[in-house]
């Protein structure tokens, strides 16, 4: 088998993106927590929308962190997850307000998060792609 060409994904500015992914796993893991607790039938959708958002921002971040061939798929395809829901979210929230009476993580693009659920997985997706190959040049 060929030895891996990967760059660590886990040094550098990925520290900042496995830090902030951290951060949002909490953020959104404990906000969805209460909130299913407490007033799950007040916005069903929306609360468990910020669960899975709290899932798919701890799998991002442990993809990024080990930095293993493995985990960069996995982070790839939860940062690609992650965009995709975002913006299905934040266009729904936008469309039918009324199936969103309580915002999520990702409503209106993460406009209560200031906008960073939407910039994470673009800026993590372009971490991946810069650390994909070493020598990129000479490909």
Do not use: H
Request: with cysteine; proline share 4%; aromatic share 10%.
């Amino acid at each position: 088998m060929a030895k891996s060409t990967w760059l660590p994904t886990n040094t550098g500015p990925g520290r900042i993106l496995v830090a902030v992914y951290g951060l949002f796993a909490v953020a959104a893991g404990s906000r969805a927590a209460v909130q299913i607790a407490t007033k799950f039938s007040e916005a069903p959708l929306a609360y468990t929308l910020s669960a899975l958002a709290a899932v798919v921002y701890l799998v991002a971040m442990v993809g990024l962190a080990r930095s293993t061939d493995r985990s960069r798929r996995v982070a790839v395809v939860s940062c690609t997850f992650e965009l995709v829901g975002v913006l299905a979210v934040g266009t729904a929230s936008l469309v039918d307000r009324e199936a969103f009476p309580d915002q999520t993580v990702w409503s209106v693009y993460g406009i209560g998060y200031g906008f960073v659920p939407l910039v994470l997985p673009v800026l993590g997706l372009l971490w991946l792609w810069r650390t994909s190959r070493t020598g990129r040049s000479g490909d």
